[in-house]
C-alpha cells in the first residue's frame, strides 16, 4: 500500500520562505515521477510543481516559476517544496502526489497516490 504524507506547511509573512515536504512508502520513490498541487479555498485544484525520478527534469506553473524550487533525495524517499518570495495568494492545501512512471507530468489523473495535504497560509 502507498503512503504519502506531507510535512512543513505553516504560517508565513509575505516575502518570507517555507519548506515543505513529502514522505512516500509502498513505492519504489526513485523511479516514479512526483508532484506538487495546491487548492485555495473555493478554487480548484492546480498544478504546482513536477519533478522527474532521478530529479533532473522539473516543471512549474507560471504562477510560481523563478520563486518555487521542487527537489527530491531519493536516499531518503523525500520530495521537497522550497518556497520563497511568498505572496498571500500562495496561500492553500498542498498536496504531495505520486506517479506510477517516471516521467513528469502537469495533470492531475495522471497521479494515483496522493497526501492529505498541508496548509501554508501567507499573511500580507
Known amino acids: 500500500q502507498v503512503h504519502v504524507v506531507e510535512s512543513g506547511g505553516g504560517l508565513v509573512q509575505a516575502g518570507g520562505s517555507l519548506r515543505v515536504s513529502c514522505a512516500a512508502s509502498?513505492?519504489?520513490?526513485?523511479?516514479?515521477?512526483m508532484g506538487w498541487f495546491r487548492q485555495a479555498p473555493g478554487r480548484e485544484r492546480e498544478f504546482v510543481a513536477a519533478?522527474?525520478?532521478?530529479?533532473?527534469?522539473?516543471d512549474y506553473a507560471d504562477s510560481v516559476k523563478g520563486r518555487f524550487t521542487i527537489s527530491r533525495d531519493n536516499a531518503e524517499n523525500t520530495m521537497y517544496l522550497q518556497m520563497n518570495s511568498l505572496k498571500p495568494e500562495d496561500t492553500a492545501v498542498y498536496y504531495c502526489a505520486v506517479r506510477r512512471f517516471g516521467t513528469l507530468q502537469r495533470y492531475q489523473n495522471s497521479y494515483p497516490y496522493w497526501g492529505q495535504g498541508t496548509q501554508v497560509t501567507v499573511s500580507s
Open positions: 519533478i522527474n525520478w532521478s530529479g533532473s527534469s522539473a
Open positions: 509502498g513505492v519504489t520513490f526513485s523511479t516514479v515521477a
